[in-house]
């Protein structure tokens, strides 16, 4: 790529290679919940939405889709291991089928902190599906549905972010460490 922004050192997944796994994952998922009369896939705030959505659009089951959003990094690239609870979902999730929908997970602390907070809530069911998971040591959540592993490097686009920029770009990318070191 000739065009790539100077912060980044290499593109490490395309538009393409994203979509075709999206759809894999998809397929399963229609798979596992093709007697479900609904499925509530919840997407973590704000890195998760462009997988939701694109998800969301590939799922051909019915499906319902709502945001919980959660802080645990402020804006540097290091977890301080609290997280909290920023925005809450708008419907009880109560007897229901739900998917917690993640970009990453990185130390795994805000899907096991979510995964944890809304068992509580007593729903039908409880999976979790992350686009991308880092190869580093993280907490024992279970992951259901995984797209992709990925170096333990700070990545960029496709909805994650780095202090909110480089966020909507098509592809993932890793930064430099020189501009999150
Ligand atoms: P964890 O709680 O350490 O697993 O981190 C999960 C959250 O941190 C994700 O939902 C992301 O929003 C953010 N995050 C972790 N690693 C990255 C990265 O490499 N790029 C962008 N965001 C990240
Ligand atoms: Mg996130």
């Not at 790529?1 to 998809?26: C, F």
């Not at 694109?54 to 319902?64: F, G, V, W, Y």
């Not at 795994?108 to 902190?113: H, Q, S």
Request: proline share 4%.
């Amino acid at each position: 790529m000739t065009d790539l922004h100077p912060d980044l050192a290499r593109v490490l997944l395309s538009p393409d290679v994203i979509q075709s796994r999206i759809k894999e994952i998809a397929r399963q998922i229609e798979g596992d919940y093709a007697d479900a009369e609904c499925v509530v896939l919840i997407g973590i705030l704000k890195g998760a939405f462009i997988f939701l959505s694109d998800l969301s659009r590939e799922l051909k089951i019915p499906h319902t889709v709502d945001f919980i959003s959660v802080s645990s990094y402020g804006d540097s690239a290091v977890s301080n291991g609290a997280v909290r609870l920023i925005l809450d979902l708008r419907k009880p999730i109560k007897n229901e089928h739900v998917i917690i929908v993640e970009d990453i997970v990185d130390t795994g602390n805000t899907l096991e902190y979510l995964y944890r907070t809304l068992k509580w809530r007593n729903p039908a069911s409880l999976r979790t599906c992350t686009l991308f998971q880092k190869e580093r040591e993280s907490k024992d959540v279970p992951v259901d549905y995984l797209g992709f592993e990925l170096p333990d490097v700070w990545v960029v686009g496709y909805g994650l972010d780095y202090a909110d920029t480089h966020r909507t770009l098509p592809y993932v990318a890793e930064l430099k460490a020189e501009v999150y070191g």
